[in-house]
């Protein structure tokens, strides 16, 4: 099973951080190495070592490894970014992939007009001609205000 590996003598790097004894039966012990205490110094201080051992005793024994690297993550992100944490990464790569979107959507409208060929003008050349004309910056730009605003609503899809 992954994660239960025979531990050397040391205790684990959840009961060095919290100044315990580390038991055979720790949960933490599997999951958060003596070797890389930074993993859940993060997560113990986002969530709480407390809160960690509730959600790993209620997590089903072969989901716990997936558990405990969603939590290192999220702790990690939202350390970084304290107000949006994921969320605010997410936002991040779809604003990028909207600008690369454009950025190809020009760039195709700008060879199809210098490859001579003209005989069928569609809606998306339409579109990307009028979009080389106006600024990325000008169409798309989250700024705090509709960046909350979009996070708010979740009911929203995704940028599509």
């Known amino acids: 099973m992954r994660g239960h590996e025979p531990r050397s003598s040391s205790s684990c790097a959840a009961c060095k951080l919290l ?5 055979p039966t720790c949960i933490f012990a599997p999951y958060f190495r003596s070797s890389d205490p930074i993993t859940f110094a993060k997560v113990h201080k986002v969530f709480g070592a407390s809160n ?3 959600l790993l005793t209620e997590v089903p024994e072969e989901q716990r490894q997936e558990t405990v690297n969603s939590l290192a993550y999220e702790a990690e992100v939202r350390l970084k970014d304290p107000v949006y944490g994921c969320i605010g990464a997410i936002a991040s790569l779809q604003k990028k992939m909207l600008e690369l979107q454009h950025d190809l959507t020009v760039a195709r409208t700008r060879l199809h007009a210098h490859s001579g060929v003209n005989n069928h003008v569609d809606e998306s050349s339409e579109l990307a001609a009028f979009l080389d004309l106006v600024p990325y910056s ?3 730009l989250l700024d705090g205000s509709s960046l909350d605003a979009y996070l708010y609503d979740l009911g ?3 940028f599509v």
């Open 19 to 23: 100044k315990r004894r580390c038991t």
């Open 52 to 54: 960690v051992s509730k």
């Open 138 to 140: 000008d169409l798309m």
């Open 156 to 158: 929203q899809p995704p």
